[in-house]
T-cell receptor, first 112, second 113 residues
Framework: KAGVTQTPRYLIKTRGQQVTLSCSPI?????VSWYQQTPGQGLQFLFE???????NKGNFPGRFSGRQFSNSRSEMNVSTLELGDSALYLC???????????FGPGTRLLVL | QKEVEQDPGPLSVPEGAIVSLNCTYS??????FMWYRQYSRKGPELLMY????GNKEDGRFTAQVDKSSKYISLFIRDSQPSDSATYLC?????????????FGQGTILTVHP
């Protein structure tokens, strides 16, 4: 089975721009979670989608949003980028939001 | 105070040593406990998954959970240079988690030949 894939792998943006990241879950997995990883804060939960519905959300500003499509693929969007948004963005998939989550390789975002 | 505390290390051991990695937590609702391994510039890879208290063994890896003490451990026997990575503990409370894992800060492990 193919693993979780994320595109793009690397991205450089400037402050004020917006960015869209994509995640394709493992085939058959309907839940997709997104995390932000930084050296200072570690891995922090952004949100989770299941059957195109956001079921859970972490403590991030409204500039961070996401969506899920009928094929379970998910996108996250960050608007009005700030320097502090530079991070590794990881998505993880699971069958139904169960605890066994499998992570993709991440998208490394650098905001200049 | 963070919900999950993990000593960031770094931890450096010789090849063949037994490694002990630990996390403590404060949320008594946590029921599911995981250990992930993350190599540099890669996504986390699931190593061990346990439910509630007890031990679980898989090859050179043993995970222990003590819910009464809110303490979990990962032991690596006969450590190898290929075990050099960051180890992350993660946990969730199923009833309200909906895909949310709470992670420790990660422990950087180096196994030198």
């Amino acid at each position: 089975k193919a693993g979780v894939t994320q595109t793009p792998r690397y991205l450089i943006k400037t402050r004020g721009q917006q960015v869209t990241l994509s995640c394709s879950p493992i085939s058959g997995h309907r839940s997709v979670s997104w995390y932000q990883q930084t050296p200072g804060q570690g891995l922090q939960f952004l949100f989770e989608y299941f059957s195109e519905t956001q079921r859970n959300k972490g403590n991030f500003p409204g500039r961070f949003s996401g969506r899920q499509f009928s094929n379970s693929r998910s996108e996250m969007n960050v608007s009005t980028l700030e320097l502090g948004d530079s991070a590794l963005y990881l998505c993880a998939s699971s069958l139904s939001g169960s605890e066994t989550q499998y992570f993709g390789p991440g998208t490394r975002l650098l905001v200049l | 105070q963070k919900e999950v505390e993990q000593d960031p290390g770094p931890l450096s051991v010789p090849e063949g040593a037994i490694v002990s990695l630990n996390c403590t937590y404060s949320n008594s609702a946590f029921q599911y406990f995981m250990w992930y391994r993350q190599y540099s510039r890669k996504g986390p890879e699931l190593l061990m998954y346990t439910y509630s208290s007890g031990n679980k063994e898989d090859g050179r890896f043993t995970a222990q959970v003590d819910k009464s003490s809110k303490y979990i451990s990962l032991f690596i026997r006969d450590s190898q240079p290929s075990d050099s990575a960051t180890y992350l503990c993660a946990m969730s409370a199923r009833a309200s988690s909906y895909g949310k894992l709470t992670f420790g800060q990660g422990t950087i492990l180096t196994v030198h030949p």
